[in-house]
């Protein structure tokens, strides 16, 4: 089956600490990975994308074929990046005509002062 | 200015009793989604549209139907709501040549009283 795994519901680090959201996927081909962030009362929207290997409000992503991961990191936690976070693969419907984006169970992140 | 609106942002309806979600988009984005969220629970895709093709998720269930009667707007209709059905409902849309970002609105939570 195609899905993705976010391992941990909670993570806990205080502010200025390391962080680390982990995400496992289990796709045939290469999909495309993104991680969407829903803060507090916030629409959910999208952090960053794989293909673009950028960094968002100091956070970065590598997928890792090797491991089929594609953990979230930060190295500075701050207190305004406690938010859920969800792990999306993005692959094209093969049964229909469009690409659909689907959502891992989510990480919601505490940062504590 | 929110560009994914959903109306109303609260409702409640009667076991049994069919109830209708809107949403519309000022971003002339040619794909909508559907999304359910349980509490605690990643988003679920119900549905989507491209254009006007219709694209169902195999495990949606019948009592779940939806339509799009131009580009700016898409309803979702709950036929006969079950306690089951309580959720927070997400709309999306993405635009075709963007394959990754999508757009949500703040969604309508609803409760089956």
């Known amino acids: 089956a195609q899905r993705v795994t976010q391992p941990e519901k909670l993570l806990s680090v205080f502010k200025g600490a390391p962080v680390e959201l982990k995400c496992n996927y289990s796709?045939?081909?290469?999909?495309?990975l993104f991680w969407y962030v829903q803060y507090s009362r916030q629409r959910l929207q999208l952090l960053l994308r794989?293909?673009s290997r950028e960094s968002i409000k100091g956070f970065t992503a590598d997928l890792n074929k090797g491991e089929t991961s594609f953990h979230l990191k930060k190295p500075f936690a701050q207190e305004e990046d406690s938010a859920m976070y969800y792990c999306?693969?993005?692959?094209?419907?093969?049964?229909?005509?469009?690409?659909?984006?689907?959502f891992g169970k989510g990480t919601l992140l505490t940062v504590n002062p | 200015d929110a560009m994914v609106i959903q109306n109303p942002r609260y409702q409640v309806t009667q076991f049994g009793k069919p109830v209708t979600l809107s949403c519309s988009q000022t971003?002339?984005?040619?794909?909508m989604y559907w999304y359910q969220q349980k509490s605690s629970q990643a988003p679920k895709l119900l549905f989507h549209?491209?254009?006007?093709?219709?694209?169902n998720e195999a495990d949606t269930p019948d009592n779940f139907q939806s339509r799009r009667p131009n580009t700016s707007f898409c309803f979702l209709d709950i036929r006969s709501p079950g306690l089951g059905d309580a959720a927070m409902y997400l709309c999306?849309?993405?635009?075709?040549?963007?394959?990754?970002?999508?757009?949500f609105g703040s969604g309508t939570q609803l409760s089956v009283l």
């Open positions: 999306a693969p993005y692959k094209f419907n093969s049964g229909g005509s469009n690409y659909k984006l689907t």
């Open positions: 999306a849309t993405r635009v075709e040549w963007a394959n990754e970002k999508l757009f």
């Open positions: 549209y491209y254009d006007k093709d219709f694209n």
């Open positions: 794989h293909i």
């Open positions: 796709y045939s081909g290469s999909p495309e």
């Open positions: 971003l002339n984005h040619n794909v």
